[in-house]
């Protein structure tokens, strides 16, 4: 890889990291200003658009949930994250993978991985 496309991975990693750490403090609005206005969204009932997203996303579980990020890729445009969300209601939690991509310092497109966590004696490796 050259210089210039590490350092693009790493200024998305940067901005979707910062994104993820202040939505996961409540504060949805941070996805106005990392979203772009013609947003795709690939996930099942989820609408694509910058505005529905956020209004659909303010509104879904994951907005009032714990978000403990576990690990994060960065290629040239993509940034994957890997994340437990729980709720009062689910300790156990969710394992959640979502995949980003950027154009300039815009999310563009995003897709998603959704999976409960087990018990304990079903993965004895660990989920996270």
Known sequence: MTDSTDSRAEHNRRLVVHGFTEFAAGNTEILRT????????????NPSGRDAFIEFISNAPVANARLELRRVVADDDHVVVHYRMTTPEDERGTAVVDIWRLVGDRIVEHWDVVQPVPADEQIPNGMF
Do not use: A, T, V
Request: charged share 35%; no cysteine.
């Open 34 to 45: 990392l979203l772009r206005e013609d947003f795709i969204e690939h996930s099942p009932g």
